[in-house]
């Protein structure tokens, strides 16, 4: 069982270069997440996407575009890539977005941007 | 809006000693608490949760953790930690913002195990 699986592990960008970053759940999760881990921040809700078909900005949503392609996969799109876009990104899932429920990580993209 | 606050970015402990990791959440309600471990160059996993009765909770891998409302803490605690407890931890707080789940995490406190 895969759980959350994300592409890809690592990734170097120049200024103003773009790219996505995928993820893809087989868990039949409804809701996917995409955070990013900055030192001394914790995690950040960038988007997330209650149930297919919908998607909705969290707390740093800037410079990011998201597509929830499908259930099971859940796209982040860096158009103009910025070095404050440097940082470790999660994609996560959970079965609803009641916040009751736990979320499921991925084992994060490390994306370098010059 | 919910926040939470782990005091303690770094916390060393030698193998086989008792360890309790510090959280403080703020909430207009109780919400539902929740602690996560990062392994090196892993994404996140769920150690234990919170959402109502019995205020201490048992985890994964040994871990407890107690909801304390009149201190607004949910500290997590292991009797003897292993080397392999070495981690990130991070406590969360979650709740429902608008028509989602908001889920708080803290900075973390990164935990070194000495032998």
């Known amino acids: 069982n895969a759980g959350v699986t994300q592409t890809p592990k690592f990734q170097v960008l120049k200024t103003g270069q773009s790219m996505t970053l995928q993820c893809a759940q087989d868990?039949?999760?409804?809701?996917m997440y995409w955070y990013r881990q900055d030192p001394g921040m914790g995690l950040r809700l960038i988007y997330y996407?209650?149930?297919?078909?919908?998607?909705d900005k969290g707390e740093v949503p800037n410079g990011y575009n998201v597509s929830r392609l499908n259930k099971r996969e859940f796209s982040l799109r860096l158009e103009s890539a910025a070095p404050s876009q440097t940082s470790v990104y999660f994609c996560?899932?959970?079965?609803?977005?009641?916040?009751?429920?736990?979320?499921?990580f991925g084992p994060g993209t490390r994306l370098t941007v010059t | 809006a919910q926040s939470v606050t782990q005091p303690d970015i770094h916390i060393t402990v030698s193998e086989g000693a008792s360890l309790e990791l510090r959280c403080n959440y703020s909430?207009?309600?109780?919400?539902?608490l929740f602690w996560y471990v990062q392994s090196p160059g892993q994404g996140l996993q769920l150690l234990l949760k919170?959402?109502?009765?019995?205020?201490l909770v048992q985890g994964i891998k040994g871990f407890e953790a107690e909801f304390k409302r009149s201190q607004s803490s949910f500290n997590l605690r292991k009797p003897s930690v292993h080397w392999s407890d070495a981690a990130e931890y991070f406590c969360?707080?979650?709740?429902?913002?608008?028509?989602?789940?908001?889920?708080?995490f803290g900075i973390g406190t990164k935990l070194q195990v000495i032998p």
């Open positions: 996560a899932s959970s079965e609803t977005a009641n916040p009751s429920y736990e979320q499921y």
């Open positions: 868990m039949n999760h409804n809701s």
């Open positions: 996407s209650a149930s297919e078909g919908t998607t």
């Open positions: 909430y207009g309600a109780t919400p539902y």
């Open positions: 919170y959402f109502s009765g019995d205020t």
């Open positions: 969360a707080v979650g709740a429902r913002s608008g028509g989602y789940q908001k889920v708080t």
